[in-house]
């Protein structure tokens, strides 16, 4: 059983374009992470959302936690070729272990120019 | 500052073989994780430590996985004997604090393929 759903698993847009990538569970999270990862690469951090409800902008990028913190978005505004990549949600269910982060199977965006 | 290496980024062994991966967390990082990720699936959860101390162990799929960290530095995971099933890319990553909030570094990761 998968405790974080990431949705779609795949996307391919054109530039300009703009996208939303889903995360949900059934569980409730202390906090959940959204991770960019390049081919050959490790996972790098994007943003951290900790707050029922929180919303924050990194550039193009909005991330939301939904208020009841079982579930995020990442949304990504007028795409680049630069955005490529496989984007990873990640969370720490509350009361969990603290190094136990559960990760999402991973959206694979490829933005044409 | 040198981010988390990780030694080899990829191997190759046959089934019943012995594989040691390596990790190097940035210097002055207590908090040590190793995680995998098995084709097709999410990337998984294997152990926590924090400096020299196995805090959270309990992603280690059966005891033919050991992982050390002696003198709280570098980290070692062995696989003895390796299954078919453990192919995947093993990562390793690292924090300075701990806490829900903590930032992971990770490393890119050994690619290891069991035929």
């Known amino acids: 059983t998968q405790l974080l759903e990431q949705s779609p698993q795949f996307l391919s847009i054109q530039e300009g374009e703009n996208l939303t990538v889903y995360c949900n569970s059934s569980s409730v999270f202390s906090s959940l992470q959204w991770y960019r990862q390049e081919p050959g690469e490790g996972p790098v951090l994007l943003v951290t959302v900790v707050t029922g409800g929180e919303v924050k902008k990194l550039k193009r990028l909005t991330f939301q936690f939904g208020d009841a913190r079982k579930d995020s978005s990442l949304h990504i505004t007028a795409a680049q070729p630069g955005d490529t990549g496989l984007y990873l949600c990640a969370g720490r269910i509350r009361g969990g272990s603290q190094g136990n982060l559960i990760f999402g199977k991973g959206t694979k965006l490829s933005v044409k120019p | 500052e040198a981010g988390v290496t990780q030694f080899p980024s990829h191997s190759v062994i046959e089934k019943g073989q012995t594989v040691t991966l390596r990790c190097d967390p940035i210097?002055?990082?207590?908090?040590l994780y190793w995680y995998r990720r098995v084709m097709g699936k999410e990337i998984k959860f294997l152990l926590h430590f924090v400096k020299e101390s196995k805090q959270d162990e309990s992603g280690m799929p059966n005891n033919r996985f050991l992982a050390e960290r002696t003198g709280g530095t570098y980290s070692t995971l062995k696989v003895q004997p390796a299954e078919l099933e453990d192919s995947g890319v093993y990562f390793c990553?690292?924090?300075?604090?701990?806490?829900?909030?903590?930032?992971?570094?990770f490393g890119n990761g050994t690619r290891l393929t069991v035929t």
């Open positions: 990553a690292s924090s300075q604090v701990r806490g829900y909030n903590s930032p992971l570094h």
């Open positions: 210097s002055g990082h207590d908090n």
